[in-house]
């Protein structure tokens, strides 16, 4: 029988190889410990030298559990009510809607807000039912998070998560908004065609997709989240109630509710959750990038 890492490594050297995927950086927990990190093909169109470990990526979505981190954070100084309307906090959002004057951090970590995922023609800001009521993905409400986060924390959430978690962590590879030091080693974007897609410069963190990273730093990340550092136990074990179950079908944004929901997945305060498999998860998705990360809380095994 081989290897499963044989086969690992093989089937992502034949898939940047082709071209279609340009790069690849991948890091594996096994019982907590950094076990091993796979590192292929080449940063894009714009530097043909391969991915290495210093290799910075767009983490997207990633970005949100880390976010909800240092949230908690927040909560447990007594900074903020994750059950408090954010427009008693921090003032509208959402213009003239009585709805949305009662979404809370509690409901944007748990995507329950009713708010879209992304804002676009088809799908205004406002709310599409009571926060609360149902799970819909709902990117667009983490914005609103942030200016509750950066009114309570007295600084904007780049340097809420420098000092919160990039710096006590090690993360020397990370930052929610673009550092010229990521000049010399970045990915590029490419979509599945291998179309390369115009490197953004970030000026101005985003809570829901901002993160830039490397497989290492935020397995770093990982694996203090499986350790339980970082937060009080009380509130470690609230971060991964589950709190709502998913719905099912393709999409994960389900404005109308016309999906039944998914017994087996759900959503914590800004981590999917199996609950039967005790695994907690995310997915990131920008423009010319994929990214996932895994984690068994009972094995303390991860991937990112």
């Given at each position: 029988?081989?290897?499963?890492?044989?086969?690992?490594?093989?089937?992502?050297?034949?898939?940047?190889?082709s071209?279609?995927?340009?790069?690849?950086?991948?890091?594996?927990?096994?019982?907590?410990?950094?076990?091993?990190?796979?590192?292929?093909?080449?940063?894009?169109?714009?530097?043909?030298?391969?991915?290495?470990a210093?290799?910075?990526?767009?983490?997207?979505?990633?970005?949100?559990p880390?976010?909800?981190?240092?949230?908690?954070?927040?909560?447990?100084?007594?900074?903020?009510?994750?059950?408090?309307?954010?427009?008693?906090?921090?003032?509208?959002?959402?213009?003239?809607?009585?709805?949305?004057?009662r979404?809370?951090?509690?409901?944007?970590?748990?995507?329950?807000?009713?708010?879209?995922?992304?804002?676009?023609d088809?799908?205004?800001?406002?709310?599409?039912?009571?926060?609360?009521?149902?799970?819909?993905?709902?990117?667009?409400a983490?914005?609103?998070?942030?200016?509750?986060?950066?009114?309570?924390?007295?600084?904007?959430?780049?340097?809420?998560?420098?000092?919160?978690?990039?710096?006590?962590?090690?993360?020397?590879?990370?930052?929610?908004?673009?550092?010229?030091?990521?000049?010399?080693?970045?990915?590029?974007?490419?979509?599945?065609?291998?179309?390369?897609?115009?490197?953004?410069?970030?000026?101005?963190?985003?809570?829901?997709?901002?993160?830039?990273?490397?497989?290492?730093?935020?397995?770093?990340?990982?694996?203090?989240?499986?350790?339980?550092?970082?937060?009080?136990?009380?509130?470690?074990?609230?971060?991964?109630?589950?709190?709502?179950?998913?719905?099912?079908?393709?999409?994960?944004?389900?404005?109308?509710?016309?999906?039944?929901?998914?017994?087996?997945?759900?959503?914590?305060?800004?981590w999917?959750?199996?609950?039967?498999?005790?695994?907690?998860?995310?997915?990131?998705?920008?423009?010319?990038?994929?990214?996932?990360?895994?984690?068994?809380?009972?094995?303390?095994?991860?991937?990112?």
């Amino acid at each position: 029988m081989r290897e499963p890492m044989t086969d690992l490594n093989r089937f992502l050297a034949d898939a940047t190889a082709s071209g279609k995927i340009p790069g690849v950086s991948l890091a594996v927990l096994r019982a907590g410990t950094m076990s091993a990190e796979h590192y292929f093909g080449v940063r894009g169109a714009h530097d043909r030298a391969g991915v290495d470990a210093a290799t910075v990526f767009e983490a997207a979505s990633l970005t949100k559990p880390l976010v909800a981190y240092v949230a908690l954070q927040l909560a447990e100084e007594g900074l903020l009510d994750l059950h408090k309307p954010l427009f008693d906090i921090c003032g509208e959002y959402v213009p003239g809607e009585s709805n949305a004057r009662r979404i809370t951090a509690f409901h944007v970590l748990t995507h329950t807000s009713g708010l879209p995922n992304i804002v676009r023609d088809q799908a205004p800001l406002r709310t599409y039912f009571v926060p609360g009521e149902r799970f819909s993905y709902g990117s667009s409400a983490f914005a609103w998070l942030q200016r509750a986060m950066e009114a309570v924390g007295t600084r904007p959430l780049e340097m809420l998560a420098r000092e919160r978690v990039f710096e006590p962590l090690g993360m020397r590879h990370s930052s929610l908004e673009w550092q010229e030091r990521f000049a010399v080693n970045h990915a590029q974007g490419h979509e599945w065609e291998g179309e390369p897609v115009p490197k953004r410069r970030v000026q101005t963190a985003q809570a829901s997709w901002s993160l830039l990273t490397t497989a290492s730093d935020y397995v770093s990340f990982i694996q203090h989240v499986l350790a339980r550092r970082g937060l009080a136990a009380t509130s470690y074990d609230q971060w991964f109630v589950p709190r709502i179950n998913t719905r099912q079908g393709d999409d994960a944004e389900d404005l109308v509710g016309q999906n039944p929901p998914d017994l087996n997945v759900a959503w914590g305060l800004g981590w999917g959750l199996e609950p039967f498999q005790s695994c907690f998860f995310h997915w990131g998705n920008n423009p010319g990038f994929r990214a996932l990360v895994l984690a068994n809380r009972a094995t303390q095994d991860a991937v990112a």
